[in-house]
């Protein structure tokens, strides 16, 4: 079992910058590729970054692709998501998830979640 805790959501206006952090414990959590997704209210869940356990690969949806930025310290079991240029459409719950396998953009192949954060950008 892997147990993944969101924090660093608020409100933010238009054109600021937010950090997420992702808190994982429980066995090997270090080798779980990672994943970011996020849920604007009305929608579905959608994906937004992925990096490799090792941390040497990683992929962007083309709407965060250039702002947002994944990284990962395995030393201390967090994954962080810095998100820059924000605007309104990046208003969501943002839920970080852990995958025992290669790194995906599938919801579906991610078998651990957090309970999200919120993010909020004021226009």
């Known amino acids: 079992q892997v147990q993944l805790v969101e924090s660093g959501g608020g409100l933010v206006q238009a054109g600021g910058s937010l950090r997420l952090s992702c808190a994982a414990s429980?066995?090997?959590?270090?080798?779980?590729?990672m994943g970011w997704f996020r849920q604007a209210p009305g929608k579905e869940r959608d994906f937004v970054a992925a990096?490799?356990?090792?941390?040497?690969?990683?992929y962007y949806a083309d709407s965060v692709k250039g702002r947002f930025t994944i990284s990962r310290d395995n030393a201390k079991n967090t994954v962080h998501l810095q998100m820059n240029s924000l605007n309104s459409e990046d208003t969501a719950d943002y839920y970080c998830?852990?995958?025992?396998?290669?790194?995906?953009?599938?919801?579906?192949?991610?078998?651990?979640w957090g309970q999200g954060t919120q993010v909020t950008v004021s226009s």
């Open positions: 429980g066995r090997a959590s270090s080798r779980y590729s």
């Open positions: 998830a852990a995958r025992d396998g290669v790194w995906s953009t599938r919801i579906y192949d991610y078998n651990y």
């Open positions: 990096i490799s356990w090792s941390g040497t690969i990683t």
